[in-house]
T-cell receptor
Framework: RKEVEQDPGPFNVPEGATVAFNCTYS??????FFWYRQDCRKEPKLLMSVYSSGNEDGRFTAQLNRASQYISLLIRDSKLSDSATYLCVVNIRNDYKLSFGAGTTVTVRA | DAGITQSPRHKVTETGTPVTLRCHQT?????MYWYRQDPGHGLRLIHYSYGVKDTDKGEVSDGYSVSRSKTEDFLLTLESATSSQTSVYFC?????????????FGSGTQLSVL
């Protein structure tokens, strides 16, 4: 079993729609969670950290469900510029080594 | 954007040849990492460095070596390139290494081993 698993998608949504997707992780003791965004042929960039109580950053909402060992990302009012691959990142063993999911691709169409 | 430069950006080489990729940073961050990214896989850690001349192995270190003689430079060497090492290689830096900090990535190197 992979340490971090994501639905690869693609999620094809119209502008203005809401899209949400999850990421599961293997270690129930993991403490740190992140979403990174990666544009086509570009480097990953931090989108947001995920906190236990859930958190928002503009149109983006991240949630953590410890009981079921998954985190989620919701994008409201999708923009064309949201088209990207979203990487789930978990500090699985609570050390310096982050574990990356393979990514969920989102395509927003006009 | 963080000052991280990877070179070369693209490289085509033949099986059995040595290859060195360079990562240069201007942020004076202590921690540097080399990852590879392949379809269907997340980024996988090859090696990392926690200071000048201080390095350690990641999860996919076989066939790779690294060196860090200066804070700003972290070199990744494929001792004898194989086709399985065809990949996109990313360098990353961070201020600390608790696992809670932000990673800054370079633009990547596309390596093809024929």
């Amino acid at each position: 079993r992979k340490e971090v698993e994501q639905d690869p998608g693609p999620f094809n949504v119209p502008e203005g729609a809401t899209v949400a997707f999850n990421c599961t992780y293997s270690n129930s003791a993991s403490q740190s969670f992140f979403w990174y965004r990666q544009d086509c042929r570009k480097e990953p960039k931090l989108l947001m950290s995920v906190y236990s109580s859930g958190n928002e950053d503009g149109r983006f909402t991240a949630q953590l469900n410890r009981a079921s060992q998954y985190i989620s990302l919701l994008i409201r009012d999708s923009k064309l510029s949201d088209s990207a691959t979203y990487l789930c990142v978990v500090n699985i063993r609570n050390d310096y080594k982050l574990s990356f999911g393979a990514g969920t691709t989102v395509t927003v169409r006009a | 954007d963080a000052g991280i430069t990877q070179s070369p950006r693209h490289k085509v080489t033949e099986t059995g040849t040595p290859v060195t990729l360079r990562c240069h940073q201007t942020e004076n961050h202590r921690y540097m990492y080399w990852y590879r990214q392949d379809p269907g896989h997340g980024l996988r850690l090859i090696h990392y460095s926690y200071g000048v001349k201080d390095t350690d192995k990641g999860e996919v270190s076989d066939g790779y070596s690294v060196s860090r003689s200066k804070t700003e430079d972290f070199l990744l060497t494929l001792e004898s390139a194989t086709s399985s090492q065809t990949s996109v290689y990313f360098c990353a830096i961070s201020e600390s290494a608790t696992g809670n900090e932000k990673l800054f990535f370079g633009s990547g190197t596309q390596l093809s081993v024929l």
